[in-house]
Protein backbone atom coordinates (compact mmCIF):
# COMPACT_ATOMS: atom_id res chain seq x y z
CA UNK A 1 0.00 0.00 0.00
CA UNK A 2 1.53 3.29 -1.01
CA UNK A 3 2.34 5.08 2.41
CA UNK A 4 0.41 8.03 2.02
CA UNK A 5 -2.61 6.00 1.85
CA UNK A 6 -1.25 4.07 4.72
CA UNK A 7 -0.54 7.22 6.63
CA UNK A 8 -4.62 8.47 5.80
CA UNK A 9 -5.90 4.92 6.71
CA UNK A 10 -4.47 4.79 9.89
CA UNK A 11 -5.25 8.15 10.71
CA UNK A 12 -8.91 7.89 9.55
CA UNK A 13 -9.05 4.45 12.04
CA UNK A 14 -6.96 6.12 14.97
CA UNK A 15 -6.45 9.56 14.54
CA UNK A 16 -8.89 10.64 17.24
CA UNK A 17 -6.14 8.96 19.78
CA UNK A 18 -3.51 11.52 19.04
CA UNK A 19 -3.81 14.59 21.08
CA UNK A 20 -5.39 17.84 19.31
CA UNK A 21 -1.53 19.11 18.86
CA UNK A 22 -1.14 16.05 16.68
CA UNK A 23 -3.61 16.06 14.85
CA UNK A 24 -2.94 19.36 13.61
CA UNK A 25 0.19 19.07 12.59
CA UNK A 26 -0.18 15.56 11.44
CA UNK A 27 -3.19 16.19 9.17
CA UNK A 28 -0.98 19.68 7.74
CA UNK A 29 1.53 16.86 6.62
CA UNK A 30 -0.33 14.47 5.49
CA UNK A 31 -4.01 15.55 4.10
CA UNK A 32 -2.64 19.10 3.48
CA UNK A 33 0.48 18.32 2.14
CA UNK A 34 2.40 21.16 3.62
CA UNK A 35 6.01 20.80 3.86
CA UNK A 36 8.07 20.45 7.23
CA UNK A 37 8.98 24.17 6.80
CA UNK A 38 5.48 25.72 6.31
CA UNK A 39 3.87 23.16 9.08
CA UNK A 40 6.81 24.50 11.54
CA UNK A 41 6.48 27.80 10.60
CA UNK A 42 2.44 27.71 11.48
CA UNK A 43 3.05 26.55 14.47
CA UNK A 44 5.61 27.83 15.74
CA UNK A 45 8.14 25.11 16.06
CA UNK A 46 10.89 23.49 14.49
CA UNK A 47 11.29 21.87 11.21
CA UNK A 48 13.03 18.84 13.16
CA UNK A 49 10.13 19.40 15.66
CA UNK A 50 7.82 18.67 13.15
CA UNK A 51 9.61 15.99 11.47
CA UNK A 52 9.99 13.91 14.71
CA UNK A 53 6.37 14.17 15.80
CA UNK A 54 5.26 13.32 12.55
CA UNK A 55 7.19 10.02 13.21
CA UNK A 56 6.19 9.87 16.24
CA UNK A 57 2.53 9.73 14.97
CA UNK A 58 3.53 7.20 12.71
CA UNK A 59 4.95 4.70 14.88
CA UNK A 60 1.88 5.39 17.43
CA UNK A 61 -0.90 4.78 14.88
CA UNK A 62 0.75 1.67 13.31
CA UNK A 63 1.45 0.27 17.23
CA UNK A 64 -2.61 1.14 17.67
CA UNK A 65 -3.26 -1.13 14.07
CA UNK A 66 -0.85 -4.08 15.31
CA UNK A 67 -2.77 -4.30 18.62
CA UNK A 68 -6.27 -3.51 17.00
CA UNK A 69 -6.12 -5.03 13.23
CA UNK A 70 -9.12 -2.45 12.51
CA UNK A 71 -7.44 -1.47 8.79
CA UNK A 72 -6.64 -5.08 8.08
CA UNK A 73 -10.53 -6.34 9.24
CA UNK A 74 -11.73 -3.41 7.16
CA UNK A 75 -9.91 -3.89 4.23
CA UNK A 76 -11.08 -7.49 4.61
CA UNK A 77 -14.49 -7.03 4.10
CA UNK A 78 -14.00 -4.47 1.33
CA UNK A 79 -12.40 -7.40 -0.75
CA UNK A 80 -15.42 -9.33 0.25
CA UNK A 81 -17.98 -7.35 -0.62
CA UNK A 82 -16.42 -6.27 -3.69
CA UNK A 83 -16.41 -10.07 -4.21
CA UNK A 84 -19.69 -10.00 -3.31
CA UNK A 85 -20.73 -7.45 -6.34
CA UNK A 86 -19.37 -9.44 -8.84
CA UNK A 87 -20.91 -12.83 -7.59
CA UNK A 88 -24.16 -10.74 -7.81
CA UNK A 89 -23.54 -9.70 -11.46
CA UNK A 90 -23.07 -13.51 -12.42
CA UNK A 91 -26.15 -14.85 -10.57
CA UNK A 92 -28.19 -17.07 -12.51
CA UNK A 93 -28.68 -20.52 -10.37
CA UNK A 94 -29.16 -22.08 -7.13
CA UNK A 95 -25.23 -22.49 -6.95
CA UNK A 96 -24.43 -19.03 -7.37
CA UNK A 97 -26.94 -18.25 -4.55
CA UNK A 98 -25.42 -20.40 -2.15
CA UNK A 99 -21.94 -18.61 -3.35
CA UNK A 100 -23.47 -15.46 -2.31
CA UNK A 101 -25.17 -16.81 1.20
CA UNK A 102 -21.72 -18.20 2.26
CA UNK A 103 -20.14 -14.33 1.52
CA UNK A 104 -22.92 -12.44 3.49
CA UNK A 105 -22.09 -14.84 6.32
CA UNK A 106 -18.37 -14.13 6.32
CA UNK A 107 -18.71 -10.80 6.11
CA UNK A 108 -21.78 -10.98 8.74
CA UNK A 109 -19.06 -12.73 10.86
CA UNK A 110 -16.54 -10.31 11.19
CA UNK A 111 -18.21 -7.44 11.56
Known amino acids: MEKIV ?8 YGELLTD ?4 IYEDAVYNDM ?3 EIADEHGISR ?3 HDLIKRCDKSLAEYENRLHLVE ?17 TLED ?7 ETLINEILEEL
Open 94 to 100: REMGQKL
Open 73 to 89: KFSKTKEKIQALKDVLE
Open 6 to 13: EQGLLYDF
Open 21 to 24: HQKS
Open 35 to 37: SLS
Open 48 to 50: QGV
